[in-house]
């Protein structure tokens, strides 16, 4: 039987199996990331739209599902959420959000013109955020983007439990 038939019959599976197998460490690891994201310094729907947009950049469907379901199970309307793909134009966010999904787009877009964070860009958001913050957010957006190999590569099933995404 051909790997595809067995992925018809079982429902979807990830090309791998826990990375948490192989890397022990790794729960702890994520855990530790969480708590420094989650410090109080910017609203937890900031950060899950940074998070939400960072998949759309780097092409993981992976984590738009699972961004979108946890904007979702936070009440945030169809519209915000659907609209992160074209923030620039969208009314629904906020000047603070605005910043933070415009430095996602500037950290993880090749500028072959120069910086990707402008000065103008640094100031706009310092005029949103505090040091604290603005270190939050570069956490934030670090989190994600330590697990996007695992996601790119591996292909957790979207919509599934973390631990219960993986093949066995």
């Known amino acids: 039987m051909s790997a595809s038939s067995v992925a018809e019959q079982d429902g979807p599976q990830s090309r791998l199996p ?3 197998r192989f890397v022990p460490e790794l729960p702890e690891i994520a855990v530790a990331m969480s708590k420094a994201v989650e410090n109080g310094s910017i609203p937890q729907t ?6 939400l947009r960072l998949g759309h950049l780097v092409g993981s469907t992976y984590h ?25 134009d969208a009314p629904w966010f906020t000047d603070a959000e605005r910043v933070a999904l415009e430095l996602v787009d500037a950290m993880l877009t ?12 640094y100031a706009k958001a310092s005029g949103h955020y505090d040091d604290k913050a603005l270190h939050t957010l570069c956490m ?10 695992l996601t790119l590569l591996g292909k957790p ?12």
């Open 18 to 20: 826990n990375p948490a």
């Open 46 to 51: 900031t950060i899950t739209l940074v998070q």
């Open 64 to 88: 738009v599902v699972q961004q979108s379901a946890t904007l979702r199970e936070a009440g945030e309307p169809e519209e915000r959420i659907t609209a992160v793909a074209t923030w620039q």
């Open 110 to 121: 090749p500028n072959p013109f120069g910086e990707r964070v402008s000065d103008e860009l």
């Open 140 to 149: 934030a957006i670090g989190r994600s983007c330590f697990f996007v190999p």
């Open 157 to 168: 099933v979207p919509g599934r439990e973390p631990g219960e995404n993986w093949r066995e």
